[in-house]
């Protein structure tokens, strides 16, 4: 067998990461943060207005699709890892050819705007979709891992893809906001327009990616762990998959950043989903109104770029008290606005959400930052390079939890009496308008403020993964563990809840 045949994919081979390529790699997060914003931000309200279908239907709709897709995640993460055995894996990239197929099947994201279908229609291309987003960003986002191995410069690549996806976020919220706006607030063609325009601009994003990057070549170790492997059938590798994945959680940093991870993304994009209900059942404003607040997100461009400042001056603890403890601040002020209804609320509404959305873009760079670093705890304990499975579990947590906040949202909806259908939206019964702003203060502000409680406790930083790294480059050279400095030892149990003469085995993978 042949491996690693395509030099552009496979290896540096001279190439360093410098801005333009650092760029180049993140523009997919055009989809991961632009994509998935308009969802949050738009479709439930769609599908209830536009589609005709109740609350609890298109959540069920959104709910579904996100479990599917987590479990494709799963099933992408293993795929990835070990696409290398395959002649596609060894010709295109274990990681890169997911990137090829993937960019002109973006395409499909159309489809999910098309006004007026069922419930089986919607669903169907809604799970199409998260299952081709799945299967371009879990290879992806394995990408910092694979390029280079020093801090700053995955510091770079994570950083420029928090630009690219503070970007996307802002465009899918004005953008959307300008075309309902010029087409009319109950025109249901203003969100094919926008979907049109924007699969258009993934299908570009995704495909410059793939050109631009690449990846390891793989090693001799892996290969040899490969071949030194039982031969196991269908079922006992579907467990030895479901056991990897759960040993994932054996690492202590990995189990606090998981947990900040889902409680704070939940939060947010629970508030994203509530957002356009509450200013127009509880406000009396517009959609319109809704994106123009959320395009505050411009602000995240500038706020990405001091974040990846901060991040390697600060740490990832700084960024995540600071980050939340705005987002908390802010779901306050919307609240005192509603209870309040001062002259002129669209004014104060623009303020607070100005200010909430540098709160947010923290929120939303800081975990994909974190990310690049967990799978050198891994190395430490296990010998193995398992990015893809660490990727791919926390897809699968986010979605899992997302699908379930979700179906809740659009049950307490209805339960609360909401009145589907554009006619009703400024005549909502005070029951409903309780309902949403509860779950903007308590829901999305609930979840916020547990993330900030793990935080406090997170250990992780640019001065730790030093001591790490520099520990597995010496026993990568032959280094005795019986030589290893009481500072190192202490940071190594610290991070990877070890005790530091049991890591460095790659039976701790099995």
Request: charged fraction near 20%.
């Amino acid at each position: 067998m042949m491996d690693n045949k395509n030099r552009r994919v496979f290896g540096p081979n001279g190439r360093k990461i410098t801005l333009k390529r650092a760029l180049l790699y993140g523009l997919p997060d055009m989809m991961g943060g632009g994509g998935f914003t308009i969802i949050g931000a738009f479709l439930l309200f769609f599908f209830t207005t536009f589609a005709g279908l109740t609350a609890t239907e298109g959540a069920l709709i959104i709910g579904i699709a996100r479990i599917v897709d987590a479990v494709t995640s799963l099933v992408m993460g293993s795929l990835t890892d070990n696409f290398w055995r395959t002649e596609l894996g060894q010709r295109f990239g274990r990681r890169h050819f997911f990137l090829m197929i993937g960019a002109p099947l973006m395409l499909e994201y159309i489809l999910m705007w098309v006004p007026g279908k069922g419930f089986f229609y919607y669903l169907i291309v809604y799970l199409l979709f998260e299952i081709i987003a799945a299967s371009v960003l879990i290879p992806w986002e394995t990408l910092p891992t694979e390029m280079t191995e020093d801090f700053t410069s995955r510091t770079k690549l994570s950083s420029t893809r928090m630009f690219i996806s503070s970007t996307g976020t802002f465009l899918a919220t004005f953008i959307p906001g300008q075309i309902i706006g010029l087409m009319g607030q109950k025109n249901p063609y203003a969100y094919l327009v926008n979907g049109i325009v924007f699969a258009i601009i993934f299908m570009i994003c995704v495909w410059l990616a793939n050109i631009a990057t690449w990846e390891r070549p793989v090693s001799k170790e892996m290969k040899q762990a490969y071949y030194d492997q039982p031969k196991r059938g269908f079922f006992k590798t579907l467990g030895k998959e479901f056991k990897d994945y759960i040993s994932t959680l054996r690492i202590k940093s990995f189990r606090k950043h998981i947990a900040i991870y889902l409680l704070s993304f939940t939060g947010k994009d629970t508030y994203n989903t509530i957002f356009v209900y509450f200013i127009v059942s509880c406000m009396g404003l517009t959609a319109t109104d809704s994106a123009n607040i959320l395009s505050l997100s411009v602000i995240g461009i500038p706020t990405t770029i001091l974040a990846g400042y901060l991040m390697i001056k600060k740490g990832p603890k700084f960024l995540f008290i600071n980050a939340y403890t705005i987002m908390l601040a802010m779901i306050a002020g919307d609240y005192l606005v509603y209870r309040l209804q001062p002259d002129n609320p669209l004014l104060w509404l623009f303020a607070i959400g100005l200010i909430y959305q540098i709160g947010r873009q923290t929120l939303e760079f800081t975990p994909w930052n974190v990310f690049p670093f967990i799978p050198d705890l891994d190395e430490i304990v296990t010998k193995q390079h398992r990015e893809g499975i660490y990727a791919a579990f926390m897809t699968f947590v986010r979605k899992s939890t997302v699908a379930v906040a979700t179906m809740i949202v659009g049950v307490i909806l209805d339960a609360s009496g909401y009145i589907k259908g554009a006619s009703h939206l400024l005549n909502e019964p005070k029951s409903a308008r309780e309902a949403i702003v509860g779950i903007l203060v308590f829901g999305a502000g609930g979840l916020v403020l547990l993330a900030l409680l793990v935080a406090l406790t997170f250990k992780l930083n640019k001065k730790t993964h030093d001591v790490v790294s520099e520990e597995i480059t010496r026993l990568k050279n032959g280094g005795s563990k019986a030589d290893v400095t009481p500072e190192t030892r202490q940071v190594v149990e610290e991070l990877t809840g070890w005790d530091y003469d049991k890591v460095w085995d790659e039976k701790n993978a099995n």
